[in-house]
């Protein structure tokens, strides 16, 4: 099945600095790629998404990037606020099924200010 | 509009024992899944469903069965319960079809329910 490695675990910024986290996935087939935040205690949410004919695709302080040809995405988040802290995950779909989707191990962000 | 609904939130088994996690989503969403979220594991899928009547294996199905009578509603049963399934379980479910686009859509989590095993 599909494996999706996620890089690093932990990551500590100072407010306003850029964090980036990156997900490469094993499968070439697979055609989509959200990215969710769970906040401590909470329900994960999806914060941005690409599909596979897309290479960029940002929304305000929040961009993904995607190669397909390394098969690897990236999350990047500029000017960070406190309130980004949590973990983020990153999920591919599996090709055999369509719309199943599988997910990274988690980065937990930290934002001190 | 609920989304989501799991019950119970909070659940403590005794090994061997055997439970039903509960998940009802009103979006009318086809697909339907769950996932176990163990510390440094992420979140693992262990049944998904793309339709009533519809069931697949995912990445940890051992130990749990499911089945999709109806839409709404997707139910995760412990047969037999051991310590390794002391866990967060999460349903989530997502619309997906023309709309979407190829590859599914956006996941709509519950709230989660926490199960201990003794």
């Known amino acids: 099945g599909e494996n999706v490695e996620q890089h690093p675990s932990t990551l500590s910024v100072q407010e306003g600095d850029s964090a980036v986290i990156k997900c490469t996935y094993s499968?070439?087939?697979?055609?989509?790629f959200p990215w969710y935040k769970q906040e401590l205690g909470k329900r994960p949410q999806l914060i941005i998404d690409?599909?596979?004919?897309?290479g960029e695709k940002k929304d305000q302080r929040i961009a993904v990037t995607l190669n397909k040809t390394a098969k690897h995405f990236s999350l990047h988040i500029t000017e960070t606020q406190p309130e980004d802290s949590a973990v983020y995950f990153c999920a591919a779909s599996a090709s055999n099924s369509g719309y199943a989707l599988n997910f990274g191990k988690g980065t937990s962000l930290l934002v001190t200010p | 509009n609920a989304g989501v609904t799991q019950t119970p939130k909070f659940q403590v088994l005794k090994t061997g024992q055997s439970m039903t996690l509960q998940c009802a989503q009103d979006?009318?969403?086809?697909?339907m899944s769950w996932y176990r979220q163990d510390p440094g594991m992420g979140l693992r899928l262990i049944h998904y469903?793309?339709?009533?009547?519809?069931?697949d294996q995912g990445e940890v199905p051992n130990g749990y069965n499911v089945s999709r009578s109806t839409t709404e509603d997707f139910p995760l049963r412990l047969l037999s319960a051991a310590p390794s399934q002391t866990s967060v379980y999460f349903c989530a479910s997502s619309y997906f079809g023309g709309r979407r686009g190829p590859g599914g859509g956006e996941l709509f989590f519950g709230e989660g329910s926490r199960l201990t095993v003794l």
């Open positions: 690409i599909r596979s004919n897309v």
């Open positions: 979006m009318n969403h086809e697909y």
């Open positions: 499968d070439s087939a697979s055609n989509y």
């Open positions: 469903s793309v339709g009533a009547g519809i069931t």
